[in-house]
């Protein structure tokens, strides 16, 4: 804690240094008689109180004294004055949306001033909130800010909480208070619920879009500003209980704790605390630190020197060569650019100091003179630095400030409106924090080894979205560019042909199956293999369209890859139908001999080669036909019997015609089955009972390999 001695604040000797008084304006004479008609108390002759002044629309100087919220020119002279009717507090800053100012009465209001109506007849002023306490509670209003990218004003009330309003229509948005539980675990006021609330003013980060605050208990909280949702608490209260928030806009919270000088870097992610520096001692526990655009924070200490404090923790003093024998009390002043501060130093006659313990003591006595500087903090750079007396006099004397009383953050916010040294370029509030913003550090996350493994799995998931979305935008690229598309005109109406088509496939394909069957219990019956062959065919040309024009993907000319033609096969004396079979992939082939064939009967036998493990098909890949002769006789014999593929040649045979076989017969044939026989032996021939004698039928068997080979 520091504490100092004997130091007045100066503001009678500043209204004494002022010089010889100049004639005032009309304005301020008749505003100076009506002044002193509402307050007789007042002697004659004493300056009239300011409240800590702020910077509004075009660069004026504005300030609220009384019922009355009074704006002066750069040059210091009145601009205008705007009636309140109620008395405003001296201790709550003015705060000011575009155009619009926002200050709070001592009968614990809310009034919003638009000087733009001051030229038309529609008011100046009007209630924009109003608290009527309950009897026996302290509610005042506590202080008040906006924010312009929401449009809203916070204003936080004793023992009550944290109020959002609506700068459109001045409706209550959300409202928070200092007690929370999570879980059932309390997070805010652990120790003491009945005496916490909420202690300072709402300060804005308009970066971040968050709001921080404190309460009475030393936590800090950070909340969104468009919900009543809590982002972080930091307990603070191990160091100390009174504390200064000032945003950094630029990632980094400042807190400065005046009683203990010691300045905080938090983070304003998680609220971890990233540097502590320690200063000199405070004047008082409501200084305000300035933050540049820069990110630095500045604030004087009674030690006489300007603290600064870079967004990394890097710390500078300056002012050292009249630092011995000065005090900073005020608080520093930005300039218009936004990268250097105005500052106030009091030449004292004598000053000592003393560390007792935490605390520094201060005393100095008789003020001679103030030494104003301009300087730039992440440079260091001095800029203009002027005594007061001096130029200064003669230009408060030619102003309307020599009526009020002034003290020194007064004086450093007139020097900032008017520009006094600065040869630097101005730049308005948003130009401010867009610089100030673009400051900001972008944040790295680290941790152990384990969570680069989370690092690829969401690498390798954003790699697989992306991979997905260029499927999906390929395949509608090729979608639309169908010309079924473009010539049935319309999507509609391509999906009903493509659902058409599918019924088609599936009738034809029970239809088939019902064939198979027939076909199976009566093999000679020549119509309903001309039948399945038919249906077959019709089967392939539905398939084709639904692989091809009717496809979801592009226009492609016959069926798909790997499928084989199903067909019927006539080369003048056979005629064969083959067939799939659903289930298990097999093959049935039936060939009739013409009637104009001769007598000679065509025998089939498939080779194998055991040594090279091939096998030799017919022109589809699969079987190969040789013809030759059999007599009558031979031809008339009993029951065919099948050859079988020895175990041998089994493991020879290639993967692809590796599938079950099916054999379907006449009920008056039989069927043999035998596994010894080799592969070189002839087919029996069987002759149905009852067929014409120039009809021959003829079934053979062939097994294929398992497909686990």
Not at 323 to 346: E, K, M, R, W
Not at 369 to 385: D, E, H, K, Q, R
Not at 688 to 700: F, I, V
Request: proline share 4%; with cysteine.
């Amino acid at each position: 804690m520091a504490m100092w001695l004997l130091l007045p604040r100066l503001c009678l000797v500043l209204s004494s240094l002022t010089g010889a008084a100049c004639s005032a304006s009309p304005v301020v004479l008749q505003w100076l008689n009506a002044s002193a008609a509402e307050n007789p108390q007042i002697p004659p002759g004493v300056g009239r109180a300011l409240s800590a002044p702020i910077i509004g629309h075009g660069g004026r100087l504005v300030a609220c004294s009384g019922k009355n919220l009074l704006a002066f020119h750069r040059n210091g002279s009145l601009a205008w004055i705007v009636p309140l009717g109620y008395n405003c507090r001296q201790d709550i800053s003015l705060v000011t949306e575009r155009d619009k100012i926002y200050l709070v009465t001592e009968d614990n209001k809310v009034i919003k001033i638009s000087p733009q109506s001051l030229q038309t007849s529609a008011p100046s002023s009007e209630v924009f909130f109003s608290h009527n306490p309950a009897p026996g509670r302290s509610e005042e209003i506590i202080g008040l800010s906006t924010s312009s990218s929401y449009s809203s004003l916070f204003i936080t009330i004793a023992n009550r909480g944290l109020f959002s309003f609506s700068l459109r229509g001045g409706q209550l948005q959300w409202s928070a208070g200092p007690v929370i539980d999570r879980f059932g675990y309390r997070l805010g006021c652990k120790r003491n619920i009945s005496g916490c609330y909420f202690s300072s003013a709402p300060v804005v980060d308009q970066c971040e879009g968050t709001l921080y605050i404190s309460n009475t208990e030393g936590q800090l909280y950070s909340m969104f500003i468009h919900s009543r949702q809590y982002r972080w608490i930091q307990d603070l209260s191990s160091i100390d209980k009174v504390i200064t928030i000032a945003p950094g806009n630029n990632g980094r919270l400042y807190i400065l704790l005046p009683r203990k000088s010691v300045v905080l870097g938090l983070d304003v992610l998680s609220g971890n605390i990233s540097w502590q520096q320690s200063i000199g001692p405070l004047s008082n526990e409501k200084i305000l630190p300035a933050v540049d655009s820069n990110g630095w924070i500045s604030m004087g200490s009674l030690d006489g020197f300007l603290y600064s404090v870079s967004p990394d923790g890097e710390i500078r003093k300056f002012l050292q060569r009249t630092a011995p024998n000065s005090v900073i009390h005020a608080s520093p002043v930005l300039d218009c650019s936004g990268f250097s501060v105005y500052i106030s130093q009091t030449i004292m006659e004598a000053k000592s100091s003393q560390t007792i313990g935490d605390y520094t003591y201060v005393s100095a006595m008789k003020p001679s003179s103030i030494l104003f500087t301009l300087l730039a903090p992440a440079t260091g750079t001095v800029y203009w630095t002027e005594k007061y007396p001096g130029q200064l006099s003669n230009l408060l004397s030619s102003s309307d400030l020599e009526y009020f009383t002034l003290d020194e953050t007064i004086l450093l916010t007139a020097l900032s409106a008017a520009r006094i040294g600065s040869a630097v370029q101005c730049y308005t509030k948003r130009q401010k924090i867009a610089w100030t913003c673009r400051k900001a550090k972008p944040k790295f996350v680290h941790g152990d080894p384990g969570d680069h493994n989370h690092v690829l799995l969401l690498f390798f998931f954003q790699l697989f979205v992306i991979v997905i979305q260029a499927v999906v935008v390929r395949f509608c690229c090729i979608f639309w560019r169908k010309k079924k598309l473009q010539k049935n005109n319309g999507l509609q109406k391509f999906l009903e042909k493509r659902r058409s088509l599918h019924s088609k496939r599936r009738v034809l394909g029970n239809i088939i199956s019902e064939l198979e069957q027939k076909a199976a219990q009566d093999a000679s019956s020549n119509e309903t293999l001309e039948h399945l062959g038919e249906m077959v065919k019709a089967k392939e040309c539905v398939e084709r369209k639904l692989y091809t024009s009717y496809s979801l993907g592009r226009d492609v000319l016959g069926l798909r890859r790997g499928s084989s033609s199903i067909l019927p096969l006539y080369n003048g004396k056979h005629k064969s139908h083959s067939f799939h079979g659903a289930q298990r992939e097999s093959i049935t082939i039936f060939n009739m001999l013409s009637d104009s064939s001769s007598l000679e009967e065509d025998r089939t036998s498939s080779s194998y080669s055991s040594s090279s493990g091939s096998y030799s098909g017919s022109s589809s890949g699969d079987m190969e036909f040789d013809t030759g002769s059999r007599s009558a006789g031979e031809a008339g014999a009993g029951p065919s019997n099948t050859a079988d593929v020895t175990e041998g040649d089994q493991d020879k045979l290639p993967a692809d015609v590796e599938s079950s076989y099916q054999v379907f017969m006449n009920p008056l044939y039989a069927q043999g089955e035998s596994s010894s026989r080799s592969l070189s032996e002839r087919e029996e021939f069987l002759m149905p009972q009852g067929s014409a004698p120039t009809k021959r039928m003829w079934l053979k068997r062939r097994r294929t390999l398992s497909s686990t080979n």
